[in-house]
């Protein structure tokens, strides 16, 4: 299926407002800093596709964690992940990853100060202590390597300052929001200074388990981060960081979309479930990191990251949302990574150079029962995943010539992996395992034989180069054009049934993807308009196709196979236009083409009836930032946006999960006192009280489930700094 750009009202008043009422403006836009290529500079200086959102722009949107800046950046997809609280879905010009089972690789990169994140369970990040978000468009592979085919995102938090700061923050809001923030920092001696930040995220549930009473959709998240930072010399810096959340929300359970198995009527309310299983979740993630630079010269500065994080989660999901184990899912995971990274960062005066080496080595690991109580069968799925990554990189930056700049990189990464797999069937619901907690006082399944039970290894090499060439028209304008190439690593089918597939104990291959692109950025009109532009063509081969279904005998089945090979294509536009002193216009538009060239299902290509998912054609944004100035010397900033995202399919298969486009409007108010001191913000989200689904499970009838955004809410959000 072929999905084409449609033009729609929003889109089009976005463009006709950003430029309609120019000669009202005579103030200048400030400029904005970014560390995209891993070292700083100026956004309109780098040819790169990237939106970055400071610390003052995430509080006046009201960001409350990293799902919140989906809508400030075009072709972008952040999502809380079907049935959890804190598992992200990312998607990035059409390239993702939504299925966050151990021994799966994501498809966009979460890095946290530099440290990528493997694993997806907890990184729905809340907005803690944190000086800017960047998010990265297009494949990262040269200078941030596998599973970033779709982009990056980084979450950059703030460098202390020696200076005694005291900051306590807090928000009460609809549904008994509750939040509490204090971040401190101080200086030791001369050269060290020490900070950290613990916060409290507390908010009562959009819904309830009709049953039991517990909660839906609540929130209860503690998290905290301590730093050391050393400055012994002007050239050498060294930062010791340790981070800790605990994620103790209840399970989230679908909204079933068709009567239950023993017609169950659909619940009114799409935050409601109805559920047999306890109201117990803990997702529990934390790390350490150990940063030094080095200046050695005025040109050279050497770097390095070394790393360690782990996470462990408990959940239930209840896939028939009824009072019976009709397809109940407990499960656990856990994992743990350590990195290693050097860098070599060279300027000169007409070039520059980016290298590196990189190390990972971490561990997946889990279990879950599908427990199918309607034929009183359960099938458990257990095993680990240990990976091995090195890669070597360089990203070279050459003038070549007055305006003209070349940039020639690449990276080659070295993965090897380990796999356990077992499934098994057991007559009875919940196998030993998980029958104590689950079905406490009855006896647990019985084992009656293995589907799947094989260790295998494999490895895999992939070279992903980059090759741009950009040109400085004048101080204010740059066009570029780039090749660029990314990968996401292959792996082992954590559900794979070999009884039904045997050739699942060979593993699947890594995809990949190759991508052109056209871009400009612009400061116009005396820098008064910024605006910013990428074309780009993907060609997307080798796709890592999840296909999970019901088998003949009742069972349940799960596949991923390289069946798939895809064209995208399209438009980003992103512009700020300073209309008065006091005025501000942001927006941005996202379009996209997307066409399945192959895809292949029970070995026929069925590509013209499947579609790319979590993968809308149009996105945009459109915003104003009205600042009235104070005769007290106070300031009071209004930002109401207005958000939309057409048609999206949940899955590649349409569905009746599928979601109609829909549009957003939010508003804030932030009123800053005249010492600086502190700010007070009402914030108002959904205004419209939008309902709309994100996410879900597309089982057929009685087994569909879906997961809904927030509704309307209203917050008092504000901080004092001391």
Not at 154 to 162: A, H, P
């Amino acid at each position: 299926m072929r999905k084409t750009i449609k033009f729609n009202p929003l889109a089009v008043g976005i463009m006709l407002a950003c430029g309609a009422t120019l000669a009202y403006a005579d103030p200048q836009l400030e400029e904005v800093t970014v560390t995209a290529q891993k070292r700083e500079q100026s956004l309109q200086e780098v040819p790169v596709a990237v939106t970055a959102i400071n610390a003052d722009q995430l509080m006046q949107n009201g960001v409350t964690d990293l799902t919140d800046v989906q809508k400030l950046s075009p072709n972008t997809t952040l999502q809380v992940s079907r049935g959890t609280n804190t598992t992200l879905t990312a998607f990035i010009r059409g390239i993702g990853q939504q299925d966050p089972l151990w021994g799966f690789e994501p498809g966009v990169g979460i890095y946290v100060d530099d440290v990528y994140i493997a694993r997806p369970q907890g990184a729905v990040l809340d907005i803690l202590d944190v000086e800017r978000v960047e998010i990265l468009r297009g494949p990262q592979g040269t200078l941030y390597g596998k599973n970033t085919i779709g982009g990056a995102v980084k979450y950059v938090t703030k460098k202390m300052t020696g200076d005694t700061e005291i900051n306590v923050g807090g928000a009460l809001g609809s549904y008994n929001q509750r939040d509490l923030k204090i971040a401190a920092s101080t200086a030791v001696s001369d050269t060290v200074n020490i900070g950290g930040a613990i916060a409290s995220f507390q908010r009562d549930g959009y819904g309830e388990n009709v049953i039991t009473g517990a909660e839906q959709y609540n929130k209860d998240i503690f998290s905290g981060r301590i730093a050391l930072e050393w400055n012994p010399s002007d050239t050498v810096w060294v930062r010791l960081a340790g981070d800790k959340t605990v994620d103790e929300s209840a399970p989230r359970h679908g909204h079933r979309l068709a009567p239950g198995l023993g017609e169950e009527p659909v619940l009114d309310s799409i935050y409601d479930t109805e559920s047999n299983m306890p109201s117990e979740n803990r997702v529990e993630t934390s790390g350490m990191s150990l940063t030094a630079e080095w200046e050695m010269s005025d040109s050279v500065t050497i770097k390095s990251i070394t790393a360690y994080r782990s996470g462990e989660t408990e959940t239930a999901i209840d896939f028939d949302s009824v009072n019976r184990p009709d397809f109940d899912v407990p499960a656990y995971y856990e994992d743990d990574q350590t990195t290693q990274e050097f860098q070599l960062i060279w300027e000169g005066d007409n070039a520059d150079l980016v290298s590196g080496l990189y190390y990972y080595t971490g561990k997946a690991a889990g279990a879950f029962d599908a427990v199918l109580g309607y034929i009183n069968l359960t099938q458990q799925v257990a095993g680990s995943v240990d990976t091995t990554s090195l890669s070597a990189y360089a990203h070279y930056n050459w003038q070549f010539a007055q305006d003209w700049n070349l940039s020639v990189g690449g990276r080659y990464t070295k993965d090897d992996k380990d796999a356990s797999v077992f499934k098994g069937n057991f007559a009875g619901v919940y196998s030993p395992l998980f029958a104590g907690k689950y079905n406490p006082g009855q006896p647990a399944a019985v084992f009656l034989g293995a589907l799947t039970d094989y260790e295998n290894s494999d490895s895999w090499g992939e070279f992903t180069p980059h090759l741009g060439l950009d040109y400085q028209i004048d101080d204010n304008n740059m066009v570029y054009a780039k090749y660029s190439a990314g990968f996401k690593s292959g792996g082992f089918d954590m559900r794979g049934d070999a009884s039904v597939l045997p050739s699942t104990v060979d593993g699947f291959d890594p995809e990949t993807v190759d991508t052109y692109e056209f871009g400009v950025k612009s400061d116009l009109f005396n820098n008064r308009l910024r605006l910013n532009a990428a074309a780009f063509r993907a060609d997307y081969k080798d796709m890592q196709i999840t296909v999970q279904q019901f088998t003949p005998g009742g069972g349940f089945s799960g596949a991923v196979l390289n069946a798939g090979e895809a064209r995208i294509q399209g438009l980003e536009l992103e512009a700020t236009l300073a209309l008065t002193d006091n005025l501000l216009a942001n927006m941005s538009l996202g379009l996209a083409d997307t066409e399945f060239l192959e895809f292949i299902s029970g070995g026929v290509d069925v590509s013209d009836d499947r579609d790319m998912q979590n993968t809308p054609d149009t996105t945009a944004m459109f915003q104003l930032n009205y600042s009235v100035p104070m005769n007290s010397g106070a300031e009071l900033v209004f930002l109401p946006t207005v958000s939309y995202r057409a048609d999206t399919q949940i899955f590649e298969t349409p569905s009746a999960l599928d979601q109609e486009a829909y549009t957003l409007v939010d508003m804030t108010a932030t009123y800053y006192s005249p010492d600086s001191k502190w700010n007070l913000s009402l914030v108002g989200k959904n205004l419209t009280d939008e309902e709309y689904r994100v996410a879900g499970y597309a089982f057929g009838g009685a087994f569909n489930t879906a997961f809904y955004g927030a509704p309307r809410t209203i917050a008092l959000t504000g901080s004092y700094n001391f």
